[in-house]
């Protein structure tokens, strides 16, 4: 639908918080899900949260529950992540990522095609 345009990054000390912005070039709303996604180095990206009118807010990652919270404004276009209590093991790259697609059931296909160019997150202890 449009480019996305992660912000937010930056280095914190351990138990330190950040907020990372995604920025919608095109209409927010018109894609079924928006998720966050982080790739920290050497390993495989994985997707913490997701959110969508048809199946809601969803953690995917133990390891950030109730220290990460996704959330989005419509009005202006943008996704948002917050992150507190951080901890030196979510140093990563951090993405936003859209799914624009519709399953049978009336929910998202989950396959995410557009893609931020990420925001560097650094958590020392």
């Known amino acids: 639908q449009g480019q996305l345009q992660e912000s937010g990054g930056g280095s914190v000390q351990a138990g330190g918080s950040l907020l990372l912005s995604c920025l919608v070039s095109?209409?927010?709303?018109?894609?079924?899900?928006m998720a966050w996604y982080r790739q920290a180095p050497g390993k495989e990206r994985t997707m913490i949260p997701s959110?969508?009118?048809?199946?809601?807010?969803?953690n995917h990652l133990e390891s950030v529950k109730g220290r990460f919270t996704i959330s989005q404004d419509n009005s202006k276009n943008t996704l948002y992540l917050q992150m507190n209590s951080l901890e030196t093991e979510d140093t990563a790259v951090y993405y936003c990522?859209?799914?624009?697609?519709?399953?049978?059931?009336?929910?998202?296909?989950?396959?995410?095609?557009?893609w931020g160019q990420g925001t560097q997150v650094t958590v020392s202890s």
């Open positions: 990522a859209g799914d624009p697609g519709y399953n049978d059931y009336g929910g998202c296909d989950e396959e995410y095609t557009v």
């Open positions: 959110i969508s009118a048809a199946d809601g807010v969803e």
């Open positions: 095109g209409d927010i709303v018109g894609y079924c899900g």
